[in-house]
């Protein structure tokens, strides 16, 4: 039978419940149960797609092509698994649900309410992971107890838990103890405000984890374990880490998972796999190299807006030993007169993915310098959609070259609107989404860092390369070497006579995880080293091309 543990926050947001969550089906996942986690979302939006990143950071495709919550990146980057629509669910998609219902008549003769009606409902999505036999379905619920919008959710868990009975069904409350250094001391009474509010609500947590910037005394843990009625063992301290990678191992410590273990009555196999992640956690603290990467975007300011980008920089640094710095740089602030000083001395240039106009040209002059310069690139999606464009505008010449997306009337749309895309109206779930199928040219980089002829990736777009253009292109060596078959598609584009110049209308950063870090960004992050060696020359270059071929 499957066994739940639910995830609630107290006292304040952006404690990390995602993190701690993650960490803890890592544990019990080295332990060897099958687990994964589900996020529940109190907001009315019927997934994340539509919003901006200042809103939501960013959104997470999935294979099955739903758009998610960014949190389902770390549980995928944790647990080395796939996560699906099923992992992530919002008030707009169960509101939407009940109400296609009603009017199927399917409550025929009843008035539609929040209980039981919604609550009903969000259970359902509840369960409805079990039939894939997990032994452990983590939920976590957004937002933070006392919110309105996240009330259905605590009484769905709530009846859930009567349901299931107490031992099938656990909550874990995550809360911050404050230090105020004016009094020198932890404060542990916002954690017990905070579990009195679940207790209005009927649900007692079993287990608390507290953020805290200092080591919770024993003192301390015997105040929370009095007032908020949880055994003593049942406080877990959670001190802020040097890497996010680091808190499975830091929970191991402090004993969640058989604390966990022990109150759902299951029985604590010893740790069997955690090798791949100490390893990893080895070569990630201890650096052989080196390396800058300007991330060229315009949402830079934002930590969490290109989160899996980070994450599979910190993945492919430890796979190549290196220290991978990755520095912001917001392309409105690319301009003519200071573009060189700003680009000069990076070891790799990546374009981020994005809409709209805003900052292109800032874009454009970053691919420029890295084509001109020899310097690593990658372009992931409109970043390889912006490569297209300096490329027609600079070697191809063609005048007013552009991708439809930023002018309709361009003459040459090199980037233009995807056939199935010119009908769609709803901007809502409509993009090309999810994993699609992409054939790799045996002769080209991309190919050897694969080692695959073929691949599967996940996209979120609607232009596309327009392959009116594709032999203008190939004469110039910049040459598709992705190809999705079934529609023809360009998905990578790479450029000889450059050491590493690669283009994907994808994304890979969601497919990068710490036990299998994404193998382009391996790659790019290899040849950054490289360029770093000064490895960049012409000469070394043919050297690096003849390479290329033998492997290939
Ligand atoms: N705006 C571009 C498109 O829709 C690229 C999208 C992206 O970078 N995810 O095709």
Known sequence: MTKYIFVTGGVTSSLGKGIISASLAKLLQARGLKVTIQKLDPYINVDPGTMNPYEHGECYVTDDGAETDLDLGHYERFLNISTSQANNVTTGRIYQNVITKERAGEYLGKTVQVIPHITDEIKRYIRGLEKEDYDIIISEIGGTVGDIESLPYIEAVRQLRNELGKQNGIVIHLTLIPYLSAAGELKTKPTQHSVKELLNYGIQPEVLVCRTEHPLTEEIRQKLSLFCNVDKGSVIESRDAHTIYDVPLLMLKENLDTTVLDKLGLEKNDIQDLT????????????????????????????????SIYESFVHAGAENEALVNVESIHSEDLEEENFEKKLKGLNGILVAPGFGERGIEGKLKAIQYAR?????????????????????????????????????????????????????????????????????????????????????????????????????FIEKNFKPVGINKEKDLVEIIELEDHPWFVGVQFHPELKSTVETPHPLFVSFVQAAIDNKKGKNNKDQLKEVNDAQTEVG
Not at 431 to 443: F, I
Request: with cysteine; charged share 30%.
């Open 372 to 472: 001109e310069n020899n310097i690593p690139f990658f372009g992931i999606c409109l970043g390889m959609q912006c490569a297209v464009v300096e490329f027609s505008k600079n070697v191809l010449k063609l005048e007013d070259a552009n991708s439809g997306e930023i002018d309709e009337n361009a003459k040459h749309k090199v980037i233009h609107l995807m056939e199935d895309q010119k009908n769609v109206k709803n901007k809502g779930g409509t993009m090309r989404l999810g994993a699609w199928q992409c054939h790799l040219s045996p002769d080209s980089k991309v190919f050897t860092a694969y080692q695959n002829e073929v691949v599967f990736e996940r996209h979120r777009h609607r232009y596309e390369f327009n392959n009116e253009y594709r032999n203008l």
């Open 276 to 307: 791949a992640w100490k390893k990893f956690l080895g070569r990630l603290k201890n650096p052989l190299h080196e390396v800058r990467i300007g991330l060229i975007g315009k949402y830079i300011e934002l930590q969490d807006a290109y989160k």
